[in-house]
């Protein structure tokens, strides 16, 4: 036993000192870590536009509240809607606190969606606070009869919106209206709320859906006329807000579409970080956002700010990444393709089976049958897409008239 | 409109004002001339200083970082082959056989003054246009723009030279490559293959490192001379020579300038393709052009650079009449004086009309300040043609590596831009053109845009509508006059043969 004295004291001497260096450590964490440190925040876009400027505010501003007076520098990081960024975050950056990013509000959703290139997980990624909700509006000219939502929703005329493209706000919210059976046609490809404003003045588009901020100065300029409203309320809107609209279903993804809103502008720091520290950021992230300096550029800018809590963030993800699957695919189906379900006999087939034809509305439609994705069935049966004949009764999961079928299933 | 023109004026010629225009020059001028590292960079990184400043100092320090940027672009195109920017690919056609022959101060001098001269017409054309500029703008809808396009891909034939059929095989090519990444109509991922890399497609400037400076690397290497391996002559003669060429061919500098502002005013389409379709136009109209462009004809970097600037001009014209910017880099920095209080809209052409005329003066006084700054150092320019390769090869391949990943901080881009020098190396070494793969690559997503939103509109009778069709008309003299002006210089010969 003798034998073993020395160096279980020697061991015991070496964890005094390790606990000693512990606690040591956490009270440098606490103050002086940042002393001579420079801080990276990464901007999930390329310079220009709105989460840019957010972060190189808060860049010029956060670093006089964090003790030790870090350097700060911005390090723009775009691709793939945030995702590139985000991965980042996730699995490359610093886990020390000396790594935060502004990403893009749609994190938790595009989490949730499974969406390609995702590899972070947003739970695992420590939330600051966000600078600035927003909200978003759905907008028409001036040159049209249409005035507000009921009109909207009874419109017999057709109304055009004009939209970015899948995945944007702008395409989201009509195709929502859309799904509610409103008369409305989704014209893609215009790119930039300015460029909508244009259509609409050209005549070419109805309407657009864009963010409140950006939409002000053409509401004022081209007189254009707010319908609702998603989002953080605003006093200047004299309309309703999205909640109080729309069929359940379209509700519920209303505030799918509305929870990201709330934390307009996310920051982000990195899983691993000490809490002391993780308080100091956060800390130093609200002071910042009430600095006097601060709100005076910000109001040149005409940007709003607003801080919200990191806690209010996480529980909007959570919100977001635990909502149900049916609300999911629902929100997935308004962002890509509209699938239709109907039964009716065969009326005509075309190029060996590759065009069927029935009755759909009253009017005799196509719809184009792939040998590879169009799952083709008789009685239960998988057959290949030549064993269809006229006559037969099937229904048809297809994408509109004249589209890809899903899955036709014969008997 | 006149005591705002003054004002404008007053406005920049205060002595800080001129200071913080000086800054931003030489700035933009050394900063902009790295390949790669363009001007939205060097003005990232000014913005916070432009928040402390007065308006028309603002525009002093930020505009002329942008309105120069494309004068001092050139010098790596000319002197290694090596694009400085997008907007100075074409430079490298004729700008790179003359630095070869031993002409680069030349070439250098007629660039500089031919951006000046371009510059000045684009600023022209756009105070001309203030008055017309909302009804000129509203005049343009999705499928105007869409032919506009169509006959930028009618340049294709022009750009291929004697070898037509690999023209277009490389222009189809360019066109795959744009397809590569997300589909912005339909969201759908195209040929991606699950790489995060391939989402956002493939970059213009890795893609352009690649396909000319790669190839020449290769060959200096093979050929063991520097850039050029003739005698440089008088070096300040060159220079002389090169302002008088930009003075001697004056109507295809207003040609091509016009031909800039049109490019400029197509949001989206400007910066990388303005120097192409000034190209392919002068070689299509210049006498002897077909037998003399590519080896080293100083209209061909005249034309190029006189486009490429007064684009600028052009540029401005959807930015300051309804607030699209023109580019990226316009989105840029009007996102910046904002915050000094510029909103671009209406606003400019009324109540802030001087604010405007400063731009104006600016994109003036800065481009000849510029010029004449980049002419003083020709001479040292030009020098460096006549490094050993030893030296050269790993510079420019230092260049070529930072160029590729500065435009978006990507390792990827490295890899592509050495992907893409594998392939340019081949063409090269088979007399495929690849000019018309560039321009594959730029007009595809533009084209199939503007198309897919022209049809959701009014369907195939897009196509008659009588924008569209005068358009249309354009495009068949642009492919029409060269095929019938080269009969007749055919006819003639044979007449003067019998």
């Not at chain 2, 309105?67 to 694009?83: C, E, G, M, R």
């Not at chain 2, 020579?241 to 016009?258: N, P, Y």
């Not at chain 2, 989105?331 to 604010?355: E, S």
Request: charged share 15%; proline share 5%; with cysteine.
């Amino acid at each position: 036993m003798k034998k073993f004295t020395g160096p279980l004291a020697l061991g015991s001497l070496l964890a005094g000192v390790a606990a000693w260096g512990i606690a040591d450590t956490q009270a440098v964490n606490a103050q002086g870590f940042y002393k001579g440190k420079t801080i990276k925040m990464v901007v999930r876009s390329a310079p220009g536009g709105g989460y840019d400027f957010y972060g190189r505010l808060l860049a010029r501003h956060m670093a006089k509240y964090i003790p030790g007076n870090p350097n700060m520098i911005v390090i723009n990081m775009p691709g793939a809607g945030g995702i590139v960024a985000a991965n980042y975050m996730a699995s490359r950056a610093k886990k020390n606190g000396t790594e935060i990013a502004i990403l893009t509000r749609e994190l938790a959703l595009a989490q949730r969606t499974k969406e390609i290139g995702v590899r972070y997980d947003l739970e695992k990624l420590s939330a600051l606070g966000s600078a600035a909700s927003s909200t978003f509006l759905v907008v028409l000219g001036k040159n049209q009869p249409i005035r507000t939502y009921q009109q909207l929703k009874d419109s017999k005329k057709t109304v055009l919106f004009g939209a970015t493209g899948p995945g944007s706000g702008s395409y989201q919210y009509p195709s929502l209206l859309k799904k509610d059976g409103f008369n409305v046609k989704i014209i893609t490809g215009i790119i930039g709320g300015s460029a909508r404003f244009l259509a609409i003045e050209r005549g070419d588009t109805h309407g657009t859906a864009n963010s409140y901020e950006s939409t002000r100065k053409a509401i004022k300029e081209l007189g254009l006329i707010p319908i609702f409203y998603n989002g953080a309320p605003h006093k200047a809107l004299p309309v309703p807000h999205m909640s109080t609209l729309l069929s359940k279903e379209g509700k519920q993804l209303a505030a799918l579409l509305g929870a990201p809103l709330a934390a307009g502008r996310p920051f982000y720091t990195t899983s691993g970080v000490p809490a002391d520290r993780l308080k100091l950021l956060r800390d130093a992230f609200k002071a910042a956002l009430h600095d006097k300096e601060l709100l005076k550029e910000a109001k040149r800018a005409k940007r709003n700010v607003a801080w919200t809590a990191a806690g209010v963030m996480e529980k909007v993800n959570q919100e977001i990444l635990g909502a149900s699957d049916a609300v999911i695919s629902a929100y997935k189906s308004g962002a890509k393709k509209v699938y239709v379900k109907h039964t009716a006999p065969v009326t005509k087939i075309k190029k060996k089976g590759k065009r069927i034809y029935f009755t759909y509305k009253g009017k005799e439609i196509k719809v184009k049958v792939s040998g590879k994705r169009t799952k083709v069935q008789v009685n239960g049966k998988k057959v290949k897409r030549k064993a269809i004949k006229i006559g037969m009764t099937c229904k048809f999961k297809f994408a509109g008239p004249g589209g890809e079928a899903k899955y036709i299933k014969c008997k | 409109m006149i005591d705002a023109a003054i004002a404008g004026l007053i406005g920049i010629l205060q002595w800080k004002a001129l200071l913080l225009m000086m800054v931003g020059i030489v700035i933009s001028s050394t900063l902009v001339a790295m390949p790669g590292i363009g001007s939205k960079t060097a003005i990232a990184l000014l913005l916070p200083i432009a928040f402390t400043l007065n308006q028309f100092e603002a525009i002093c320090l930020i505009m002329s970082v942008w309105a120069v940027s494309n004068t001092a672009n050139s010098i790596t195109s000319i002197l290694f082959s090596v694009p400085g920017g997008g907007g100075s690919q074409a430079t490298i056609m004729d700008g790179y056989p003359m630095a070869k022959k031993g002409e680069a101060a030349r070439a250098l001098a007629a660039s500089f003054t031919s951006s000046a001269i371009g510059g000045i017409i684009g600023a022209i054309v756009l105070l001309v246009a203030i008055p017309i500029l909302r009804p000129l703008v509203l005049l343009l809808g999705p499928p105007e723009f869409f032919m506009l396009v169509m006959v930028g891909i009618a340049m294709v034939g022009a750009l291929s030279g004697k070898a037509p059929v690999k023209g277009i095989i490389a222009g189809g090519l360019g066109l795959i490559i744009s397809m590569v990444g997300v589909h912005i109509i339909t969201g759908l991922h195209r040929f991606t293959f699950d790489q995060i890399f391939l989402i956002d497609g493939f970059k213009l400037i890795p893609v352009t490192i690649g396909l000319f400076a790669i190839p020449e690397l290769i060959y200096m290497g093979v050929k063991g001379t520097g850039i050029s391996d003739l005698p440089l002559g008088d070096l300040s003669k060159g220079r002389k020579q090169g302002i008088q060429d930009a003075f001697t061919h004056r109507w295809l500098i207003l040609r091509s300038s016009l031909i800039g502002v049109w490019v400029g005013i197509i949001p989206g389409l400007g910066s990388a393709v303005a120097d192409w379709f000034a190209y392919g136009s002068a070689k299509q109209t210049c006498p002897g052009a077909r037998e003399t462009f590519g080896k080293g004809d100083v209209r061909g970097v005249i034309a190029v650079d006189a486009a490429t600037n007064a684009k600028e001009g052009g540029s401005l014209i959807p930015t300051l009449a309804f607030g699209i910017p023109g580019s990226s880099t316009l989105a840029l920095i009007f996102g910046g004086l904002i915050i000094v209080g510029i909103t671009p809209g209406r606003d400019m052409l009324t109540k802030d009309l001087h604010l405007t005329f400063s731009m104006i003066w600016l994109l003036i006084i800065g481009t000849i300040i510029t010029s004449i700054l980049c002419l003083t150092f020709t001479r040292q320019l030009a020098m460096a043609t006549k490094l050993r390769p030893t030296l050269m090869i790993p510079v420019i391949l230092v260049m070529a590596v930072i160029g590729s990943f500065a435009a978006s901080s990507r390792f990827e881009d490295v890899l592509i831009m050495f992907a893409f020098g594998t392939i340019g190396y081949f063409m090269r070494a088979g007399g495929w053109p690849r000019p018309p793969l560039l321009l594959g690559l730029v007009l595809g997503p533009i084209a199939e845009r503007h198309m897919w939103t022209s049809v959701q509109l009014h369907g195939v009778d897009f196509l008659w509508r009588p924008g569209v069709l005068i358009i249309f008309a354009l495009l068949v003299v642009c492919v029409a006059y060269p095929m019938f002006q080269d009969r007749n210089s055919k006819l003639r010969a044979q007449e003067t043969e019998s």
